[in-house]
Protein backbone atom coordinates (compact mmCIF):
# COMPACT_ATOMS: atom_id res chain seq x y z
CA UNK A 1 0.00 0.00 0.00
CA UNK A 2 3.01 2.40 0.84
CA UNK A 3 4.41 1.43 -2.18
CA UNK A 4 1.60 2.31 -4.26
CA UNK A 5 0.49 5.71 -2.49
CA UNK A 6 4.16 6.88 -2.97
CA UNK A 7 4.73 5.83 -6.36
CA UNK A 8 2.10 8.31 -8.22
CA UNK A 9 4.03 11.20 -6.21
CA UNK A 10 7.30 9.92 -7.52
CA UNK A 11 5.48 10.06 -11.08
CA UNK A 12 4.51 13.76 -10.59
CA UNK A 13 8.32 14.79 -9.27
CA UNK A 14 10.08 12.79 -11.86
CA UNK A 15 7.98 15.07 -14.38
CA UNK A 16 7.73 18.80 -13.24
CA UNK A 17 10.77 18.73 -11.04
CA UNK A 18 15.09 19.08 -11.54
CA UNK A 19 16.84 16.18 -11.50
CA UNK A 20 18.53 16.84 -8.36
CA UNK A 21 15.36 17.04 -6.40
CA UNK A 22 14.04 13.32 -7.61
CA UNK A 23 17.41 12.04 -6.98
CA UNK A 24 16.96 13.33 -3.41
CA UNK A 25 13.49 11.21 -3.15
CA UNK A 26 15.48 7.87 -3.72
CA UNK A 27 16.55 7.51 0.45
CA UNK A 28 12.86 8.17 0.83
CA UNK A 29 11.96 5.34 -1.31
CA UNK A 30 14.15 2.90 -0.25
CA UNK A 31 13.31 3.84 3.61
CA UNK A 32 9.43 3.39 2.56
CA UNK A 33 10.69 0.01 1.26
CA UNK A 34 12.11 -1.23 4.40
CA UNK A 35 9.02 -0.25 6.83
CA UNK A 36 7.01 -2.08 4.14
CA UNK A 37 9.08 -5.35 4.47
CA UNK A 38 9.43 -4.69 8.33
CA UNK A 39 5.80 -4.52 8.56
CA UNK A 40 5.09 -7.27 6.44
CA UNK A 41 7.28 -9.46 8.56
CA UNK A 42 5.62 -8.62 11.24
CA UNK A 43 1.80 -9.08 9.66
CA UNK A 44 3.09 -12.65 9.39
CA UNK A 45 4.52 -13.43 12.41
CA UNK A 46 1.24 -12.17 14.08
CA UNK A 47 -0.66 -14.42 12.06
CA UNK A 48 1.61 -17.31 12.96
CA UNK A 49 1.12 -16.28 16.43
CA UNK A 50 -2.83 -16.56 16.50
CA UNK A 51 -2.71 -19.69 14.67
CA UNK A 52 -0.44 -21.43 17.13
CA UNK A 53 -2.77 -19.60 20.23
CA UNK A 54 -5.98 -21.12 17.81
CA UNK A 55 -4.14 -24.81 17.58
CA UNK A 56 -3.48 -24.90 21.39
CA UNK A 57 -6.91 -23.50 22.08
CA UNK A 58 -8.27 -26.13 19.83
CA UNK A 59 -5.97 -28.81 21.89
CA UNK A 60 -7.25 -27.68 24.99
CA UNK A 61 -10.95 -28.43 23.67
CA UNK A 62 -9.57 -31.81 22.93
CA UNK A 63 -8.46 -32.23 26.12
CA UNK A 64 -11.60 -31.48 28.04
CA UNK A 65 -13.50 -33.66 25.98
CA UNK A 66 -10.94 -36.47 26.17
CA UNK A 67 -11.47 -36.24 30.21
CA UNK A 68 -15.25 -35.70 30.24
CA UNK A 69 -17.43 -36.64 27.32
CA UNK A 70 -20.07 -34.30 27.90
CA UNK A 71 -18.16 -30.88 28.46
CA UNK A 72 -16.86 -31.59 25.62
CA UNK A 73 -19.74 -31.73 23.70
CA UNK A 74 -21.17 -28.47 26.02
CA UNK A 75 -18.55 -26.55 25.18
CA UNK A 76 -19.03 -27.41 21.18
CA UNK A 77 -22.46 -26.13 21.58
CA UNK A 78 -21.47 -23.07 24.01
CA UNK A 79 -19.07 -22.15 20.91
CA UNK A 80 -22.02 -22.04 18.37
CA UNK A 81 -24.41 -20.22 20.37
CA UNK A 82 -21.99 -17.81 21.26
CA UNK A 83 -20.59 -16.99 17.85
CA UNK A 84 -24.26 -15.98 16.87
CA UNK A 85 -24.62 -13.66 19.87
CA UNK A 86 -20.98 -12.06 18.87
CA UNK A 87 -22.67 -11.53 15.63
CA UNK A 88 -26.25 -10.62 16.87
CA UNK A 89 -24.42 -7.82 18.87
CA UNK A 90 -21.95 -6.78 15.89
CA UNK A 91 -18.77 -7.18 17.96
CA UNK A 92 -15.66 -6.81 16.32
CA UNK A 93 -13.45 -9.06 15.14
CA UNK A 94 -10.85 -9.42 18.21
CA UNK A 95 -13.96 -9.63 20.49
CA UNK A 96 -15.76 -12.32 18.87
CA UNK A 97 -12.17 -14.38 18.75
CA UNK A 98 -12.34 -13.67 22.38
CA UNK A 99 -15.68 -14.83 23.15
CA UNK A 100 -15.25 -17.85 20.87
CA UNK A 101 -11.84 -19.04 22.44
CA UNK A 102 -13.62 -18.38 26.19
CA UNK A 103 -17.12 -20.44 25.03
CA UNK A 104 -14.64 -23.08 23.75
CA UNK A 105 -12.63 -22.98 26.98
CA UNK A 106 -15.09 -21.44 29.62
CA UNK A 107 -14.94 -25.69 31.32
CA UNK A 108 -11.72 -26.27 30.98
CA UNK A 109 -10.94 -26.23 34.75
CA UNK A 110 -13.21 -28.57 35.24
CA UNK A 111 -10.14 -31.09 34.02
CA UNK A 112 -9.26 -30.84 37.98
CA UNK A 113 -12.50 -31.48 39.51
CA UNK A 114 -13.68 -35.15 40.27
CA UNK A 115 -15.48 -36.80 37.41
CA UNK A 116 -17.38 -38.20 40.85
CA UNK A 117 -18.62 -34.87 41.22
CA UNK A 118 -19.55 -33.79 37.53
CA UNK A 119 -21.51 -37.04 36.93
CA UNK A 120 -23.45 -37.02 40.81
CA UNK A 121 -26.76 -37.88 40.13
CA UNK A 122 -28.15 -35.95 43.05
CA UNK A 123 -27.86 -32.35 44.32
CA UNK A 124 -24.03 -31.56 45.39
CA UNK A 125 -23.14 -30.79 48.83
CA UNK A 126 -21.71 -27.35 50.52
CA UNK A 127 -18.07 -28.57 50.40
CA UNK A 128 -19.05 -29.98 46.93
CA UNK A 129 -19.91 -26.63 45.74
CA UNK A 130 -17.24 -24.44 46.62
CA UNK A 131 -14.96 -27.40 44.64
CA UNK A 132 -16.40 -26.82 41.64
CA UNK A 133 -16.58 -23.12 41.78
CA UNK A 134 -13.09 -22.73 41.46
CA UNK A 135 -13.46 -24.12 38.09
CA UNK A 136 -13.16 -20.96 36.83
CA UNK A 137 -10.08 -19.84 38.68
CA UNK A 138 -8.25 -22.87 37.76
CA UNK A 139 -9.40 -22.06 34.18
CA UNK A 140 -8.13 -18.87 34.11
CA UNK A 141 -5.12 -20.20 35.77
CA UNK A 142 -4.28 -22.74 32.81
CA UNK A 143 -4.27 -20.03 30.40
CA UNK A 144 -2.72 -17.49 31.86
CA UNK A 145 0.41 -20.15 31.81
CA UNK A 146 -0.29 -20.09 27.96
CA UNK A 147 -0.14 -16.54 28.07
CA UNK A 148 -0.35 -14.48 24.98
CA UNK A 149 -4.00 -14.02 23.89
CA UNK A 150 -5.59 -17.24 26.22
CA UNK A 151 -4.36 -14.60 29.06
CA UNK A 152 -7.21 -12.35 27.93
CA UNK A 153 -9.43 -15.65 27.54
CA UNK A 154 -8.33 -17.06 31.08
CA UNK A 155 -9.72 -13.37 32.35
CA UNK A 156 -13.07 -14.28 30.52
CA UNK A 157 -13.08 -17.40 31.62
CA UNK A 158 -12.88 -16.46 35.43
CA UNK A 159 -15.99 -14.21 35.20
CA UNK A 160 -18.17 -16.56 32.87
CA UNK A 161 -20.43 -17.53 36.25
CA UNK A 162 -21.06 -14.05 37.27
CA UNK A 163 -24.68 -12.54 37.10
CA UNK A 164 -25.77 -9.46 35.98
CA UNK A 165 -26.75 -8.43 40.01
CA UNK A 166 -23.56 -9.52 41.44
CA UNK A 167 -24.84 -12.81 43.04
CA UNK A 168 -22.17 -14.90 40.85
CA UNK A 169 -18.72 -16.40 41.61
CA UNK A 170 -15.91 -16.25 42.39
CA UNK A 171 -15.54 -12.31 41.98
CA UNK A 172 -19.02 -11.00 42.66
CA UNK A 173 -19.08 -8.78 39.84
CA UNK A 174 -22.01 -6.82 38.59
CA UNK A 175 -23.41 -5.51 35.26
CA UNK A 176 -20.88 -4.22 33.02
CA UNK A 177 -18.07 -4.52 35.40
CA UNK A 178 -18.77 -8.46 33.87
CA UNK A 179 -16.72 -8.97 30.49
CA UNK A 180 -19.05 -8.98 27.34
CA UNK A 181 -17.78 -12.16 26.22
CA UNK A 182 -18.00 -13.71 29.64
CA UNK A 183 -21.82 -12.19 29.89
CA UNK A 184 -22.69 -14.26 26.32
CA UNK A 185 -21.32 -16.72 27.58
CA UNK A 186 -22.95 -17.23 30.68
CA UNK A 187 -25.74 -16.87 28.48
CA UNK A 188 -25.24 -19.65 26.28
CA UNK A 189 -23.83 -21.57 28.64
CA UNK A 190 -27.24 -21.82 30.69
CA UNK A 191 -29.10 -22.59 27.69
CA UNK A 192 -27.28 -25.51 26.18
CA UNK A 193 -27.14 -26.71 29.78
CA UNK A 194 -30.96 -26.74 30.50
CA UNK A 195 -31.58 -28.26 27.06
CA UNK A 196 -29.11 -31.36 27.66
CA UNK A 197 -29.92 -34.25 29.84
CA UNK A 198 -27.54 -34.49 32.67
CA UNK A 199 -27.43 -37.06 35.19
CA UNK A 200 -29.59 -35.19 37.92
CA UNK A 201 -32.27 -34.31 35.65
CA UNK A 202 -33.75 -34.46 32.16
CA UNK A 203 -33.57 -31.88 29.09
CA UNK A 204 -36.10 -28.68 29.13
CA UNK A 205 -37.57 -28.19 26.06
CA UNK A 206 -36.02 -25.28 24.08
CA UNK A 207 -39.70 -23.03 24.57
CA UNK A 208 -39.00 -23.53 28.18
CA UNK A 209 -35.12 -22.49 28.07
CA UNK A 210 -35.68 -19.73 26.44
CA UNK A 211 -38.75 -18.56 28.83
CA UNK A 212 -36.45 -19.46 31.90
CA UNK A 213 -33.44 -17.29 30.60
CA UNK A 214 -35.79 -14.17 29.89
CA UNK A 215 -37.56 -15.18 33.49
CA UNK A 216 -33.63 -14.35 34.82
CA UNK A 217 -32.89 -11.67 32.46
CA UNK A 218 -31.80 -8.42 34.73
CA UNK A 219 -30.90 -10.43 37.85
CA UNK A 220 -28.53 -13.42 36.34
CA UNK A 221 -28.04 -12.50 32.76
CA UNK A 222 -27.25 -9.44 30.37
CA UNK A 223 -30.80 -8.82 28.96
CA UNK A 224 -29.39 -7.27 25.83
CA UNK A 225 -27.09 -10.50 25.88
CA UNK A 226 -30.84 -12.60 26.42
CA UNK A 227 -32.29 -10.69 23.76
CA UNK A 228 -29.39 -11.47 21.11
CA UNK A 229 -29.11 -15.10 21.95
CA UNK A 230 -33.28 -15.45 21.33
CA UNK A 231 -32.74 -13.85 18.06
CA UNK A 232 -29.81 -16.11 17.41
CA UNK A 233 -32.07 -19.29 18.04
CA UNK A 234 -35.15 -17.53 16.14
CA UNK A 235 -32.54 -17.53 13.13
CA UNK A 236 -31.09 -20.71 13.51
CA UNK A 237 -34.51 -22.75 14.80
CA UNK A 238 -34.27 -25.14 12.74
CA UNK A 239 -30.82 -26.46 13.60
CA UNK A 240 -31.52 -25.92 17.29
CA UNK A 241 -34.64 -28.15 17.22
CA UNK A 242 -32.92 -30.82 15.65
CA UNK A 243 -29.73 -31.00 18.11
CA UNK A 244 -32.58 -31.10 20.64
CA UNK A 245 -34.36 -33.79 18.80
CA UNK A 246 -31.52 -35.93 18.79
Known sequence: ???????????????????????SLLPLLLMFRVFSRERGARYDQVLALN???????????????ADHEYTGAHSRDVVRLSVAVAESLHLGPAERSVVE??????DVGKIRVPKAILDKPAALT???RRLIEQHTIWGEEMLSGVGGMLAEVGRVVRSCHEAWDGSGYP???????IPMPARIVSACDALSAMTTDRPYRKARRLAE????????????FDPAVVEALKRAVDAN????????AA
Do not use: K, N, W
Not at 51 to 65: C, I, M, N
Open 237 to 244: APSADSRL
Open 1 to 23: MIDALITPVSVCLAVTAPLAAVA
Open 171 to 177: DRLAGTA
Open 101 to 106: FAALLH
Open 51 to 65: AAYRGTALLLGDVVE
Open 126 to 128: PDE
Open 209 to 220: ALAELERCSGTQ
